[in-house]
C-alpha cells in the first residue's frame, strides 16, 4: 500500500492560552489473595530500584478541556492549562519537549510546549482522535479515529497525515510493539484487536477479543500484548508471532458485582513482572503477576479509575480517577495508595516525563 495524500482537516492555529488555575481544585460528579510470598519478594526487588526521580505527570481532563501538570517529587499540582475540547489520550515526544494531546471534539492533535506550557502547533489527526501511542524512534505518531474507523499515522518532523489505515468500528486503544514494526488497534464495537504491518501499513490479522476492547499494552519484551474488554470484564492475552490469544483472565473484587468491574488502561513494570489493570468503576489497580497472571492485589483508588503511568524509575504508579476528579499515587515497592491528587474535571490520560 501506497501512503495516502490527506488533505489537512483543519489549518493549524496560532493559539496562546493563558493558565487556568495553580492548582486547580476538584470540581462536582459527572454522570456518565493468594501468593503473598510472591508478591512480597517481588515488592522487595522493586523497592531497589531507589527513590522516584522528579519530574512531572501530565493528566488530560476530559470535562475541563484542559491539562493539569503534577510535580511528582511534591506530589502536588502545579498548574492546570487549557488546550482544546474534549482531551483525552495523550504522549510526550522522545525528548520530553512537548505533549501531544487528542482534542476529540476539535478534530485535532494539539502540541504543548512543556516548558512554556503554551500550544506551539497541531497535527492533522483525522475524526474524533481518542488515543495515540509514539513510535519507539519518536518519528511517527499513531492515532485512533473513533468516528472514522481508521487508523491514521502523522510524521512528526512534517506535521502531515502520511497513511490511513481502515480498521474497526469505534477504534480507541493503540499499541505499538517495541521494535516498532507492529501497529495494533482496537475497535470497541467490531470486539477486535486489528494487527497492523508497519511501515508497510497493511492490516495483516483481526483478532477476535471480548466485548468492547478499550486498550493494548505489549509487555516490554514484546513477547506478549494484554487487551482489556471493558464489557466482557477479561483481559486477552495475545502471542504476536501466533496472532492468537493464547490466555484470558478476569477480576473478582469481593462485595462488587462482575458488572461493576471492568477493565480499562494497563501497564506495566519495565521488567514485565508486574502488570497494572485499572478496573473503571470497580474503583480499583489490580497487580498482576506478569507471568503466571494470578492476580496478587487490588488496591483502593478514587472513583471510576480509567488510565495508568509509571514514572521513568517504576517507583510510583499514577492513576487516574475520572469522577472523583482525582489522580492516586501508588507506591509500588509496597503497593500502597500513598496520596490523591486533586486535579480538573473529568481525568482521563495521564504520561510521566524524567527529570
Known sequence: MTPVGL?????????????????????????????????????????????ALAGAAYVTNEKGDSVSIIDTAKMQTTKTVAIGQRPRGLALSKDGAFLFVCLGDDDT??????????????????????????????????????????????????????????????PEGVAVSPDGKTVVVTSET?????FIDWPGGESVANILVPSRPRFAEFKPDGAELWVSSEVGGKISVID?????????????????????????GIRFTRDGRLGFVALGPA???????????????????GQRVWHLALTPDDTQLYATNG?????????????????????????????????
Not at 503554551?118 to 524512534?137: H, K, T, Y
Not at 489497580?285 to 483502593?300: N, S
Open 240 to 264: 504476536p508471532v501466533r496472532k492468537a490469544v493464547v490466555q484470558t483472565f478476569a477480576f473478582d473484587v469481593p462485595g462488587l458485582r462482575k458488572e461493576a468491574i471492568q477493565p480499562v
Open 109 to 170: 492533535i494539539a502540541i504543548l510546549d512543556t516548558k512554556s506550557l503554551r500550544i506551539v502547533g497541531a497535527l492533522p489527526s483525522g475524526p474524533d482522535p481518542e488515543q495515540l501511542r509514539l513510535s519507539p524512534d519518536g518519528a511517527t505518531l499513531f492515532v485512533a479515529n473513533e468516528n472514522d474507523a481508521l487508523l491514521t499515522a502523522i510524521d512528526v518532523a512534517s506535521r502531515k497525515a502520511i497513511r490511513e489505515t481502515p480498521v474497526g468500528v469505534e
Open 323 to 355: 469522577v472523583s476528579n482525582d489522580v492516586t499515587v501508588i507506591d509500588v515497592a509496597s503497593l500502597k495508595a500513598l496520596k490523591s491528587i486533586p486535579v480538573g474535571s473529568y481525568p482521563w490520560g495521564v504520561a510521566i516525563a524524567g527529570p
Open 7 to 51: 488533505r489537512d482537516r483543519r489549518p493549524e492555529p496560532s493559539w496562546d492560552h493563558a493558565l487556568l488555575s495553580s492548582p486547580h481544585p476538584a470540581s462536582g460528579h459527572l454522570p456518565r489473595f493468594a501468593e503473598k510470598g510472591k508478591l512480597a519478594l517481588l515488592a522487595l526487588a522493586l523497592a531497589a530500584t531507589g527513590p
Open 283 to 301: 474503583n480499583r489497580v489490580a497487580v498482576v503477576d506478569g507471568a503466571t497472571k494470578a492476580v496478587l492485589k487490588y488496591i483502593l483508588v
Open 190 to 194: 467490531t470486539s477486535m484487536a486489528h
